[in-house]
């Protein structure tokens, strides 16, 4: 009895196994093709205006919404800024009133972006940005 057994396992794995050699392979699923990387995102004004000002904004100590020159040293010194401040200061506070605000923060930055953007297209490229790999060197 327990031959019959054997014997019936055996074959049927060899049947098993002749009719897996005559059929072709299954097909793989179906797998969507990898998605390439995605580049880094250029840069429009909006965001790059954004994103400074969140940064210069931090200045803003006492949470008035706009930035005094006490405050502005005190951030530059925070921040070991090169350069003396009060120059800082008076580059970006246009009206001279004494405070920094964020209409000032938004006109700096956009002459500052339109300096950065070389084929004026409105976009910063990863080539266009200082300290970017790809981005030409000052000149010494």
């Given at each position: 009895?327990?031959?019959?057994?054997?014997?019936?396992?055996?074959?049927?794995?060899?049947?098993?196994?002749?009719?897996?050699?005559?059929?072709?392979?299954?097909?793989?699923?179906?797998?969507?093709?990898?998605?390439?990387?995605?580049?880094?995102?250029?840069?429009?004004?909006?965001?790059?205006?954004?994103?400074?000002?969140?940064?210069?904004?931090?200045?803003?100590?006492?949470?008035?919404?706009?930035?005094?020159?006490?405050?502005?040293?005190?951030?530059?010194?925070?921040?070991?800024?090169?350069?003396?401040?009060?120059k800082?200061?008076?580059?970006?506070?246009?009206?001279?009133?004494?405070?920094?605000?964020?209409?000032?923060?938004?006109?700096?930055?956009?002459?500052?972006f339109?300096?950065?953007?070389?084929?004026?297209?409105?976009?910063?490229?990863?080539d266009?940005?200082?300290?970017?790999?790809?981005?030409?060197?000052?000149e010494?």
């Amino acid at each position: 009895m327990i031959r019959r057994s054997i014997l019936a396992a055996a074959l049927s794995l060899s049947t098993v196994a002749a009719f897996a050699q005559t059929q072709p392979p299954a097909p793989a699923p179906a797998t969507p093709p990898a998605a390439a990387p995605k580049a880094k995102s250029d840069l429009t004004l909006a965001k790059f205006q954004r994103r400074r000002e969140t940064a210069i904004m931090a200045a803003d100590t006492d949470g008035d919404g706009k930035i005094s020159l006490l405050e502005w040293e005190a951030f530059q010194a925070k921040r070991n800024a090169k350069g003396d401040p009060a120059k800082s200061f008076a580059r970006i506070d246009s009206n001279h009133d004494g405070f920094i605000d964020r209409a000032e923060l938004d006109a700096f930055f956009a002459k500052r972006f339109a300096k950065l953007d070389k084929n004026g297209d409105g976009v910063l490229a990863a080539d266009e940005m200082p300290g970017h790999k790809s981005a030409p060197k000052a000149e010494q």
